[in-house]
Nanobody, 121 residues
Framework: QVQVVESGGGLVQAGGSLRLSCAVSGSIFVINNMGWYRQAPGKQRELVAR???????DYADSVKGRFTISRDNAKNTSYLQMNDLKSEDTAVYYC???????????????WGQGTLVTVSS
């Protein structure tokens, strides 16, 4: 069984910073894409940032220049460094990992439970 656990959320003032972590554990052969998504109250879940196994990254326009996604393959962990936070960044942040459990096995995606980020203005 594969588990995805986020951490690092909390309450921060506008202009502040937070660093989220996403740890993937369990029976894993390889982790392909890792992504951070967020869902604000009353809104749909949206992609924030994504990092591929080779290190290429994508960002939502709203966070470009402020957020940085990275990964440590040795630790099966992804990070989201969030700087210059704004009130509109308030949301539950979810991590999604694309995983292959065995060599030549199927690819499937696993979501974490989310971590709440609240930015006060």
């Amino acid at each position: 069984q594969v588990q995805v656990v986020e951490s690092g959320g909390g309450l921060v003032q506008a202009g502040g910073s937070l660093r989220l972590s996403c740890a993937v554990s369990g029976s894993i052969f390889v982790i392909n894409n890792m992504g951070w998504y967020r869902q604000a109250p009353g809104k749909q879940r949206e992609l924030v940032a994504r990092i591929r196994s080779g290190g290429n990254t994508d960002y939502a326009d709203s966070v470009k220049g402020r957020f940085t996604i990275s990964r440590d393959n040795a630790k099966n962990t992804s990070y989201l460094q969030m700087n210059d936070l704004k009130s509109e960044d308030t949301a539950v942040y979810y991590c999604k990992a694309g995983v292959v459990k065995v060599l030549a096995g199927p690819y499937f995606e696993v979501w974490g439970q989310g971590t709440l980020v609240t930015v006060s203005s």
